[in-house]
């Protein structure tokens, strides 16, 4: 019996601590302070550009719409730029009424202002024909505020439809398509260029196959002299040319020097014009195609032209006229020996056979 009474106990004093707990979060939820939410998010920020009543309106200073570029012939539809004299574009813009379109316009977009702009411009479209009346719009500054009005403005606008249109109410059907005729200058034009194609092509071909068949012209080959009548030759012109007259020492024994060597090189088959009188000398001597003595000449007439070559010796022109002579001198018994004829033997006379 007492567990019993204890445990009835423990189950109120259970109950009791939890509706106390209840009590003390109430509590704390009504002490709570209140949140504060952003303005952007608590209310709505009010309209920079506040509409005006009519008398605020008309209370304003007034300035009047002239037209700056329209049609002949205004037309429902069609675009026109106004203006508004003596308003700057920079510190202004229009404030179009939301009723406009009701009336029968609509503003399209401001118009490209330009610079040093006294005026401010803009541009409309007529919506309904007859006569249409702009109302007066608010202008306003930078920072939103009205400054000024415009003056009423209105125009005479033409309908779109035909006078004679019997449905005026009903769109116009589609049309079919339109057959356009092909221009018979661009054909024969075309024909042309194609005629003037094909014989270009055919004689560009014509031209080509005649080159190609064509033989091409080879130059004559001059026959290769022997080295004994080359360097004769060029003795001979070296003489008549006269450089040794003319007191040109040194071309004369430079032109002489070279004539030798290509003699030597070609005779005796190695490499003279690229070598030094010394090594003529050595490959001459190694070879054994000389005699002792023609080998004593050719030094003698080597150091003689390489005196002058390389140094600044003044020879008398007697001395340069005596190495020529010394040079042909020294070809003449030195070049190769003539072939021997060949030997054809003699044929018997058909009368002696028989």
Known sequence: MVADMAG??????????????????????????????????????????????????LALPSHDVEIFRAPEALRVGDS??????????????????????????????????????????????????????????????????????????????????????????????LRPPLLLNFPVWVAFAGVLLLIALVVGAIFAFRKLRKKQLTPARVAPIKPVLPE?????????????????????????????????????GRRYRFDALESTSREILLALEKRQRLSEAALDRLEILFEKLDLVKFTDHIPIPSEGIDLLREARELVLTTRRPPAPAPILEPRLNSKENT
């Open 8 to 57: 009835k106990l423990r189950g109120t004093f259970a109950v009791l601590a939890l509706l106390l707990l209840i009590a003390d979060m109430s509590g704390s939820l009504q002490a709570a302070p209140p949140v504060n939410l952003p303005s952007s998010i608590a209310s709505p920020s009010p309209s920079p550009s506040p509409s005006l009543t009519e008398a605020e309106l």
């Open 80 to 173: 026109l730029v106004l203006k508004i004299p003596g308003i700057s574009p920079g510190e202004v813009t229009l404030d179009p009424l939301p009723e406009l379109q009701e009336q029968g316009w609509l503003l399209t977009s401001l118009s490209k202002q330009e610079e040093n702009q006294k005026e401010f411009r803009f541009e409309a479209a007529p919506l309904k024909p007859g006569t249409l009346i702009l109302p007066s719009l608010p202008l306003r500054d930078q920072a939103g505020k009205a400054f000024a009005r415009t003056n009423p403005f209105s125009l005479q606008i033409a309908s779109s439809i035909k006078p004679e249109d019997q449905k005026p109410s009903e769109p116009a059907p």
């Open 228 to 264: 004994d009548e080359e360097a004769l030759a060029a003795l001979k012109a070296l003489e008549t040319g006269g450089p040794l007259s003319r007191g040109h020492f040194k071309a004369h024994y430079f032109g002489l020097s070279e004539i030798l060597k290509a003699y030597l």
